[in-house]
Every structure is written in structure tokens, then in C-alpha cells.
């Protein structure tokens, strides 16, 4: 079991620059979730899917799109790069309320 | 609003040092869920344990104990006997909803634990 992979793992980008970042889990998990970590804030949930077709907005959506592909995959896009999107990404996946298992995480450089 | 307080930015102990770790937190809800997670320098993030807010029992696992207290929206971590091995940072977090789908995690907490 692989549980839940991530890719690219670094990342560059010039502003105005688009990419995706991919995420598949092979737990079976209804919920998977996209966060952002930045120096003194925590974790901050960009959006997640509640299940397959479904998708929503968390704490700190502006700026990215997502979509969940099929059971396995939920990707996350950013059409226009900007530089206060510098962060480390992390894809996580669970059932429900039980704990959430993350990926290694995507290191993003916006200059 | 959910919301997840961890005070303590940074924590140097020296190894052997029993350490706490608090946690408090705001909910509307009356049964929720809490959570604390490890990110050790490699930058993984580590299940550690769930907590209902049904039990108050405080939970011990090895070295680790957890102390859940309701009355004072707090739910603290504590390591006995630190080790090299503990130094992290310690993340509490709480879903902001009943299905758990919407978490909000606190600031973390840096733990240095020193030879």
C-alpha cells in the first residue's frame, strides 16, 4: 500500500504561471482534502470532497480550483500563480471522523 | 466559529524531561472530535490519537498520555521521560462539522528536546 502520494514534491513557478498538483490515495476513502502549511499557521484547508462527484470550499479556497477525479484522485489547480501561494501542500485522505492519513507533501515557489 | 489554540510557539526540554503540550479549543457543537498530530523535520504527518467528546477518560499510550477536559475546552499532551525522538512540531485540530469533513487544525507547537 502506497496510502496516499503526491506529485511533483518541489515545485517553481513564475507568477501568472498555471499547474496542478496530483494526489492519489489506494485506502478507498470516501474524503480526501487539500491543505496549505505556512510558517506560525498550521494547517489551512483549501477545500475537500466529501465523496466522488462532490467537492467544497475550506478555510482558504481563493485562487485554486480542485477537482476529484474518481474514488483514488483529487487534483488541485492554480490558473494564475501568485507569489502568496509559496507554500507546502498536503493532500490527505480518511473516512469520515477518523484520523486522516497525509501525503509527503508538495514544496510550491511562486517568484 | 470551530477554533483551535495552541499558546505554546516553541518548547525546549532536555531529554528525560516530562513535557505538556496544551490544546484548547471553541465548538458549538455538543459531540465533536479532536485530534493531535506529530510532523517530525522529515515534514510527514503522523496520526496520533482521536478523542470523542463523549469520554473524558484520559488516554496513555507508552510515553504519551492525553488529558481531555471538557468543562475547560482543553485537551492537553503530555510525553514522560522526552526523547531526540520527540522533537516536532505537535498539531491539535478539531473538524468543524459532523461529518468530520471540514478541519480546522491549531498552530502547532515546536518541541525541541535537547541530549
Known amino acids: 500500500n502506497a496510502g496516499v502520494t503526491q506529485t511533483p514534491k518541489f515545485q517553481v513557478l513564475k507568477t501568472g504561471q498555471s499547474m496542478t498538483l496530483q494526489c492519489a490515495q489506494d485506502?478507498?476513502?470516501?474524503?480526501m482534502y487539500w491543505y496549505r502549511q505556512d510558517p506560525g499557521m498550521g494547517l489551512r484547508l483549501i477545500y475537500y470532497?466529501?465523496?466522488?462527484?462532490?467537492?467544497d470550499k475550506g478555510e482558504v479556497p481563493n485562487g485554486y480550483n480542485v477537482s476529484r477525479l474518481n474514488k483514488r484522485e483529487f487534483s488541485l489547480r492554480l490558473e494564475s500563480a501568485a507569489p502568496s501561494q509559496t507554500s507546502v501542500y498536503f493532500c490527505?485522505?480518511?473516512?469520515?471522523?477518523?484520523?486522516?492519513?497525509f501525503g509527503p507533501g508538495t514544496r510550491l515557489t511562486v517568484t | 466559529a470551530q477554533k483551535v489554540t495552541q499558546a505554546q510557539t516553541e518548547i525546549s526540554v532536555v531529554e528525560k524531561e516530562d513535557v505538556t503540550l496544551d490544546c484548547v479549543y471553541e465548538t458549538r457543537d455538543t459531540t465533536y472530535y479532536l485530534f493531535w498530530y506529530k510532523q517530525p523535520p522529515s515534514g510527514e504527518l503522523v496520526f496520533l490519537i482521536r478523542r470523542n467528546s463523549f469520554d473524558e477518560q484520559n488516554e496513555i499510550s507508552g510515553r504519551y498520555s492525553w488529558n481531555f477536559q471538557k468543562s475547560t475546552s482543553s485537551f492537553n499532551f503530555t510525553i514522560t521521560a522526552s526523547q531526540v525522538v520527540d522533537s516536532a512540531v505537535y498539531f491539535c485540530?478539531?473538524?468543524?462539522?459532523?461529518?468530520?469533513?471540514?478541519?480546522?487544525f491549531g498552530p502547532g507547537t515546536r518541541l525541541s528536546v535537547l541530549p
Open positions: 490527505a485522505s480518511s473516512e469520515l471522523v477518523y484520523e486522516q492519513y
Open positions: 470532497s466529501a465523496s466522488e462527484g462532490t467537492t
Open positions: 485540530a478539531l473538524p468543524s462539522d459532523n461529518y468530520g469533513q471540514n478541519f480546522v
Open positions: 485506502m478507498n476513502h470516501n474524503s
